[in-house]
C-alpha cells in the first residue's frame, strides 16, 4: 500500500471484513470489505490490478468481476491448492490473470531504494519471545492491524525463556500441507502430516 501509494497510484485494499479498515484509511487507502455484496457490486468493472496476497484457498472468481477492460489480477500469494477460474470471467473484458515471484538482487535494490527516497518503512510490532502465542492468536484472529510481528530474539530469548500458553489455539490441532516438510522431524508431534503417525 506504501509503495503503490508513492507511485501516485490510486489504491484500495480489499478485505474479507472491517479490520483493517482503520489502517488503510491511515496509509491513505480506500476500503473494500469483500463480504459486503453491495460493496462487490458497486465495485465490479473498477480496477485496472488487483495484487492478491492471499496465501489461503478461496474463490477467485469474484475478484476477477472487479476488473476492468484488460485489467490484470497478478497472484503473490499461493494459495495451497490452487485456484479454479471460470474462463467467463477472464474472457469477459479481456482479464489477464498473472503471478509474480520476489525479484532478484537488482529489483530489490531498486525498491530498497525508493523505499528510502520515500521515506517508507515497515508497520511492525516488536514483541518478546515469550509473547510468540498471543501473536499467533492475533494473526488467526486477523487482529495484528496490518502490523508485522518481529520478535525481539536478542534481548528476549534465551535457555530461560518460557513462552506464555494461550488457551485460544492448539498446536495439535494446526494441520500441515500434504506436501510439506516438517523441520525438525521432532516437532512432527505438535501437527497433523498425512505421512506423519501421531507421537504421544
Same mark, same amino acid.
Given at each position: 500500500v506504501k509503495l503503490a501509494k508513492a507511485m501516485g497510484c490510486h489504491v484500495v485494499v480489499l478485505s474479507r471484513g472491517e479490520a483493517k479498515k482503520e489502517a %488503510?484509511?491511515?496509509?491513505?487507502?480506500?476500503?473494500?470489505?469483500?463480504?459486503?455484496?453491495? #460493496?462487490? $457490486?458497486?465495485?465490479?468493472?473498477?480496477?485496472?490490478?488487483?495484487?492478491? $496476497?492471499?496465501?489461503?484457498?478461496?474463490?477467485? @472468481?469474484?475478484?476477477?468481476?472487479?476488473l476492468k477492460l484488460d485489467g490484470t489480477y497478478c497472484l503473490v500469494g499461493l494459495p495451497p491448492n490452487g485456484i479454479h477460474v471460470k474462463p467467463f470471467n477472464i474472457a469477459t473484458n479481456r482479464r489477464s490473470l498473472t503471478g509474480s515471484m520476489i525479484g532478484g538482487i537488482k529489483e530489490t535494490q531498486d525498491m530498497l531504494q525508493f523505499c528510502?527516497? @520515500? @521515506?517508507?518503512?515497515?508497520?511492525? #510490532?516488536?514483541?518478546?519471545? !515469550?509473547?510468540?502465542?498471543?501473536?499467533?492468536v492475533a494473526l488467526a484472529e486477523n487482529r495484528n492491524e496490518a502490523k508485522r510481528f518481529v520478535i525481539d530474539i536478542g534481548a528476549t530469548?534465551? %535457555?530461560e525463556t518460557e513462552v506464555e500458553d494461550d488457551p485460544r489455539?492448539?498446536? $495439535?490441532?494446526? #494441520?500441515? &500441507?500434504?506436501?510439506? !516438510?516438517?523441520?525438525?522431524?521432532?516437532?512432527? &508431534?505438535?501437527? &497433523?502430516?498425512?505421512?506423519? %503417525? $501421531?507421537q504421544s
Open positions: %488503510a484509511g491511515n496509509l491513505g487507502a480506500e476500503f473494500l470489505n469483500t463480504n459486503d455484496a453491495g #460493496q462487490m $457490486t458497486s465495485n465490479e468493472n473498477t480496477f485496472d490490478l488487483i495484487l492478491s $496476497t492471499v496465501s489461503a484457498d478461496f474463490d477467485i @472468481n469474484p475478484y476477477l468481476d472487479l528510502s527516497e @520515500n @521515506n517508507i518503512g515497515a508497520s511492525v #510490532q516488536v514483541i518478546p519471545a !515469550k509473547d510468540v502465542n498471543h501473536a499467533m530469548l534465551d %535457555a489455539i492448539d498446536p $495439535t490441532a494446526w #494441520q500441515v &500441507h500434504a506436501d510439506a !516438510k516438517v523441520i525438525p522431524a521432532s516437532a512432527r &508431534h505438535w501437527c &497433523h502430516h498425512p505421512s506423519m %503417525a $501421531t
